[in-house]
């Protein structure tokens, strides 16, 4: 018999704390959102979207710009277009929505559709698709008046790709922005990063590229060698690239090195004093030719040599890539052949699989 008024008493409470709490939670943001709204018609019941939102006409908007890449989607070097996903990072400020925070409940930012407010109109000019403004979403305004707008935009912009050393060729393909409308004395456009933000890129999944890309370096950083820039090449490597490499891989020996003989001592001859000083004269004019002729037929040579190394060493890599090619290919197949054949052939003679 006790225990049935406890229960009661115990629901009771609950059931007050219950209200209390309905009660308190439904107040609060009532009240916040009344302000909130009271907030929207004071700024925007004569908001007038399509005029610059400056004191005086000659004031200049400074807008800080910055481009965030999420994705490089993809480059087509037949059509010399580039797709990419990105976002726009745009902050101004706008003199026209401004309010105190203590007289809307300490409201001091909202959220915005972008299509009630005034934009900069910025937009990218070498754009191919007809496309040329992000997406309309919505922005934070403060209570300062300062507008934060980071729309995503998915462009497909012209890119001129030049193949020429294709496929060692590396493209620039620049993104040129501006406002459309407005000149420099009314929108200043200042640009926040000096480079664009990674921060969240997504890789597009093709990083065997860059071993690839890493491996042709490394040859046509061995090409490009010449006396000026390195050391003089080791017998060793002079010895095995040049002589026995091309032999096994069935390659020709670089063009026959032009040699030119050495200097002979020439005997004097008998004559007046003043054709012998002309003859010493003419022959150190030749000597120095000669000369300047071997220095520089050596850096050719030299360079010849590095060149002849690269094709080598381009040569092995073309042979491993086909060997690991043909080994993944064969320890791909070979299981599925043989596990086919145990069914279809009779692993002894006269014994047929039931």
């Known amino acids: 018999m ?3 008024p406890l229960l009661l008493l115990l629901l009771l409470f609950s059931g007050r704390g219950t209200s209390c709490a309905r009660f308190l939670g439904t107040s609060e943001p009532s009240f916040i959102a009344k302000s909130e709204d009271r907030l929207f018609k ?9 005029v610059r939102p400056v004191e005086h006409l000659n004031d200049t908007i400074k807008v800080k710009f910055g481009l965030a890449i999420s994705q490089l989607v993809d480059v087509d070097e037949k ?4 797709t990419t996903n990105v976002w726009l990072k745009q902050e101004w400020v706008d003199v026209k929505l401004m309010w105190d925070p203590e007289d809307y409940a300490g409201i001091t930012s909202i959220r915005v559709p972008s299509d009630s407010l005034w934009i900069p109109d910025i937009v990218l000019y070498d754009n191919a698709d007809g496309h040329f403004e992000g997406t309309s979403t919505k922005a934070i ?4 008046g300062t507008i934060v707008w980071t729309p995503p935009a998915n462009y497909k912009s012209s890119c001129t790709i ?3 050393y294709f496929p060692f060729d590396l ?3 620049s993104m040129k922005f501006g406002s459309w409308t407005y000149d420099g004395s009314q929108v200043d456009i200042i640009l926040v990063d000096e480079e664009v933000d990674k921060r969240d890129f997504f890789d597009n999944g093709e990083w065997e590229i860059v071993t690839a890309t890493v491996i042709t ?3 046509i950083n061995v090409h490009h060698r010449s006396s000026s820039t390195h050391n003089a090449m080791a017998p060793w490597v002079r010895k095995i690239f040049l002589h026995k490499l091309p032999k096994l891989l069935c390659m020709r020996s670089h063009v026959d090195r032009y040699s030119v003989p050495k200097e002979e001592e020439t005997t004097g001859t008998q004559g007046s004093e003043e054709s012998r000083n002309t003859l010493e004269a003419a022959l150190n004019s030749v000597r120095y030719i000669i000369r300047h002729i071997v220095k520089e037929n050596e850096v050719h040579e030299v360079v010849d040599d590095w060149k002849f190394i690269a094709q080598v060493l381009d040569r092995v890599f073309l042979w491993l ?3 690991v090619a043909v080994t993944g290919s064969l320890a791909l197949f070979l299981p599925v052949i043989h596990k086919w054949a145990r069914k279809i052939v009779p692993v002894h003679a006269g014994i047929v699989n039931k």
């Open 141 to 144: 305004v403060k209570h300062d």
């Open 171 to 173: 493209q620039n393909c």
């Open 2 to 4: 006790a225990v049935a």
């Open 42 to 50: 004071y700024l925007f019941e004569d908001y007038e979207r399509w």
């Open 321 to 323: 890539f086909f060997l």
């Open 79 to 82: 059509n010399q277009l580039m």
């Open 217 to 219: 370096v490394f040859a």
């Open 162 to 164: 030049d193949v020429t």
